[in-house]
T-cell receptor, first 112, second 116 residues
């Protein structure tokens, strides 16, 4: 059963606007969350992470928000740029181990 | 040069053949992983290794085996390939030296495997 879910397979956004990618999880033991970005013919690359002791983490144009009570996290990209067009995966793990559980990905297209 | 190198990048083979996918890394990381990616299913963990003498099954290990030949090398074998093992396979590494803190994984560029 999928423990990390990304319910939107795709998203299109105009350049300069905000992109919001969503992720839900079911396992309350998860305490570390990450976002990866993947271009075609390349492996996923780490983008940003958040620990469960925080509800927000920001890195430049990228901000991840965590709502533990709702078991939901989101990635905000502001402003969106055409180079942000990629597939975004969220992932989660428990601090007791180092197994990561990945969502199914959301394909973001930023329209110039 | 890539920090995590997977070979081959593409492979087409027939049902019943034995296949080995190789992964090598220059990052000096102790932990290595094999994932497969299928459309609509994201990345799923096949096997992982926390050091040379440590091998662990992931969520979908049936039909696969692995070998950790050295800290820098982790290979994945399909002993008798079947068509539903057609997928994109990724190797990843991570560093455990910051104990108690999860570290992001670093991925290779993948091996596209097709089994006819």
């Amino acid at each position: 059963d999928q423990q990390v879910k990304q319910n939107s397979p795709s998203l299109s956004v105009q350049e300069g606007r905000i992109s919001i990618l969503n992720c839900d999880y079911t396992n309350s033991m998860f305490d570390y969350f990450l976002w990866y970005k993947k271009y075609p013919a390349e492996g996923p690359t780490f983008l940003i992470s958040i620990s469960s002791i925080k509800d927000k983490n920001e890195d430049g144009r990228f901000t991840v928000f965590l709502n533990k009570s709702a078991k939901h996290l989101s990635l905000h990209i502001v402003p969106s740029q055409p180079g942000d067009s990629a597939v975004y995966f969220c992932a989660a793990s428990k601090n007791t181990g180092n197994q990561f559980y990945f969502g199914t990905g959301t394909s973001l297209t930023v329209i110039p | 040069d890539a920090d995590v190198t997977q070979t081959p990048r593409n492979r087409i083979t027939k049902t019943g053949k034995r296949i080995m996918l190789e992964c090598s890394q220059t990052k000096g990381h102790d932990r290595m992983y094999w994932y497969r990616q299928d459309p609509g299913l994201g990345l799923r963990l096949i096997y992982y290794s926390f050091d040379v003498k440590d091998i662990n099954k992931g969520e979908i290990s049936d039909g696969y085996s692995v070998s950790r030949q050295a800290q820098a090398k982790f290979s994945l074998s399909l002993e008798s390939a079947i068509p539903n093992q057609t997928a994109l396979y990724f190797c990843a590494t991570s560093d455990s030296r910051d104990s108690g803190v999860n570290q992001p994984q670093h991925f290779g560029d993948g091996t596209r495997l097709s089994i006819l």
